[in-house]
Every structure is written in C-alpha cells, then in structure tokens.
C-alpha cells in the first residue's frame, strides 16, 4: 500500500524528491516514516510526519537538510533531500509509523508497517 519513487544518482550537494503514494490507508489516520539503510549497516530513521498536524521529526543527521511533507488530496508524503553527501546513500523506505502518546510520530522501524520496496539514492561524483 506505500510506494516510493524519485531516488537516483545524483552529486554531492546536489538534491532529490522522493515520493511515498500510499494506497488503501489514508494519511488523516497514519503517520509516515522515512528510512534508509546502507550495504551492510542497520535500517535507520530518517524522517516522519504525523497523522494529525503534521507534526515532523528528523534525525539529527539530516535536520537542516531534508524536508518531510504531505499532500493529503494525493495522498502522498514527500522527502526533499538537499545538501546531499555520500553516507546519504541507501535505499530509502516508507511506512506507516507509530505515534507516542503526543501524537509525534516515532523512527522505530520494528514497530513500522506496510514498507514500500524501497527506492535506491546514490551520491556519488
């Protein structure tokens, strides 16, 4: 029900959009996570937005960098990923995130649902 789309190669400093159309749930009752995961490293939180207000949270190594954000007549999030650098790249998931007694969606991906198939981002020169 989640597919990501925009990844690519692209130079470092350079910019990307990913996508994350999800399908069969809506985005008023879900909160969506962005995660990536590097050749034999862990899969790690990237970003999340909430299902309410939108409420977002980033890790600390992308704050300042990429931008998480959602349209709800499409019913899709987006990952505006700018000042790209090497250790960016991955492949990049979405899914459908838990949320703490807040309402602010968490990065945990072992409580996380109905992962995309990934899209691949390279930073390379």
């Keep these: 029900p989640l597919v990501e789309s925009g990844g690519g190669l692209v130079q470092p400093g350079g910019s990307l959009r990913l996508s994350c159309a999800a399908s069969g ?5 879900y909160a969506i996570g962005w995660f990536r995961q590097a050749p034999g490293k862990e899969r ?13 949270n980033y890790a600390d190594s992308v704050k300042g960098r990429f ?3 959602k349209d709800h007549a499409k ?3 987006y990952l505006q990923m700018n000042s790209l650098k090497p250790e960016d790249t991955g492949v990049y ?4 995130v838990k ?3 807040a309402q602010q969606c ?5 409580d996380s649902e109905y992962w995309g198939q990934g899209t691949q981002v390279t930073v390379s020169s």
Excluded at 93 to 96: G, L, S, T, V
């Design 106 to 110: 968490v990065l945990t991906p072992e």
């Design 67 to 69: 931008t998480i954000s």
């Design 44 to 56: 790690e939180g990237v970003s999340c937005i909430s299902s309410g207000d939108g409420r977002v």
């Design 93 to 96: 998931y979405c899914a459908a």
């Design 99 to 101: 949320e703490n007694w």
């Design 25 to 29: 749930l809506t985005l008023d009752y």
């Design 75 to 77: 019913n899709t999030v």
